[in-house]
């Protein structure tokens, strides 16, 4: 069963850091493209940031420079260092991994940045 357990969200004040966490479980890791979301009440689910098996990475514009991704293939895990964060950067986060023709995703952990 393959399983994506994000951790690391909680609550911040603007310009704080934050780091989330991504431990994927069930299936191989190295192969996948991984990446971050975030949906915000009412919105879409947006992406903030993927990397790719090569650790090719790309961001969304407005966390350019602020956010980073990472992998660690040897711990099966993904991260994304949040620093410098606004309010409105709140949403929930949401883990996804594109492998092969399979897709997953975790069950979102909430970053809530107050002004």
């Known amino acids: 069963q393959v399983q994506l357990v994000e951790s690391g969200g909680g609550l911040v004040q603007a310009g704080g850091s934050l780091r989330l966490s991504c431990a994927v479980s069930?299936?191989?890791?190295?192969?996948?493209?991984w990446a971050w979301y975030r949906q915000a009440p009412g919105k879409p689910r947006d992406l903030v940031a993927q990397?790719?098996?090569?650790?090719?990475?790309r961001y969304v514009d407005s966390v350019k420079g602020r956010f980073t991704i990472s992998r660690d293939s040897a711990k099966s895990t993904v991260y994304l260092q949040m620093n410098s964060l606004k309010p409105e950067d709140t949403a929930a986060y949401y883990c996804?991994?594109?492998?092969?023709?399979?897709?997953?995703w975790g069950q979102g952990t909430q970053v809530t940045v107050s002004s």
């Open positions: 996804r991994g594109q492998i092969g023709f399979g897709n997953y």
């Open positions: 069930g299936i191989s890791f190295s192969p996948g493209t």
């Open positions: 990397i790719t098996s090569g650790g090719s990475t």
